[in-house]
């Protein structure tokens, strides 16, 4: 692992330093091992390495390339871990939200283009007064995605997006336990979308706490004796795909 370790940063660096560029295909193995002083076993290692994570791109037959360096692409590897995580880490995946998407939503009352903000308005419209768990969802994954986007800050919209997946069973749970609470997310996500509209960045960011800050106070109080939260696995009937109607109760999606 060492030697292995070694030939990733020797490519790191390679990249850090402009020599290699995004798109840029890498030297032939024998070349580049001889190149780096390395066993041509511990750069293939490496190369796999740094494949898995996105970093570069192996295409069969035509050779070693650089990724884009994209930061959606190189932020799915960041998806992929958290997905591992259980739900006593739950809670601290809404705190880095509570931080993030808040500020998301103030750079975008001040950058996000009129287009946008009305197809914002329209997903919102379209939605309807009783719509299905897979129209929620569908919705609320959107919202969040334009909003993210909309701060004009390609990084910050990666991270935010890979930090959904944790949270998915409690938002579910929640849109199928909690009363009223339908209602209130909708309109809570008009009061942020109408913050952005008027080019309110503060007013944006401080709807935007209290929008996520509800949904980590509700699991906070689903945390048992232990402090882990308590969500049963969700059932067909409230996965997204359902036709499933839910009336006074919240969004999946926070």
């Known amino acids: 692992m ?3 370790d ?3 940063d020797r490519i790191k660096a390679m990249i850090v330093s402009g020599e290699l560029r995004p798109g840029d295909r890498l030297p032939r193995e024998p070349d580049l091992a001889a190149r780096l002083g390395l066993s041509r076993s511990s750069l293939r290692e490496a190369v796999k390495a740094l494949a898995l994570i996105r970093v570069l ?5 035509d050779g070693t390339f650089v990724t884009s360096l994209d930061p959606a692409l190189l932020m799915e590897t960041m998806g992929f871990v958290l997905d591992l995580h259980q739900d006593a880490s739950v809670l601290e995946f809404f705190e880095v939200r509570r931080i993030l998407e808040p500020a998301a939503a103030a750079r975008a009352a ?3 283009p009129d287009a946008d903000i009305a197809a914002l308005r329209k997903l919102l419209d379209d939605l309807g007064p009783e719509p299905s768990v897979e129209d929620l969802l569908a919705s609320d994954v959107e919202f ?19 930090l959904r997946q944790p949270t998915y069973r409690a938002r579910i749970w929640r849109g199928l336990t909690q009363t009223d609470a339908v209602a209130r997310t909708l309109a ?4 942020i979308l109408d913050a952005i509209e008027g080019r309110e960045p503060e ?8 929008h996520i800050a509800g949904v980590e106070r509700w699991i906070q109080e ?4 232990d402090g882990e939260p308590q969500f049963p696995e969700v059932p067909p009937t409230a996965s997204a795909g359902s036709g499933r109607r839910l009336i006074r109760s919240t969004p999946p999606e926070y």
Do not use: F, K
């Open 6 to 8: 070694e030939a990733i």
């Open 2 to 4: 060492r030697v292995t």
């Open 144 to 162: 969040h995605r334009l909003l993210a986007v909309g701060s004009g800050n390609r990084a910050l919209a990666s991270i935010i997006d890979s």
């Open 57 to 61: 791109e192996v295409r069969q037959g």
């Open 110 to 112: 001040l950058r996000m």
């Open 188 to 191: 809570e996500h008009r009061a």
């Open 222 to 225: 689903a945390v048992n004796l």
């Open 203 to 210: 007013v944006a960011r401080a709807w935007a706490t209290v």
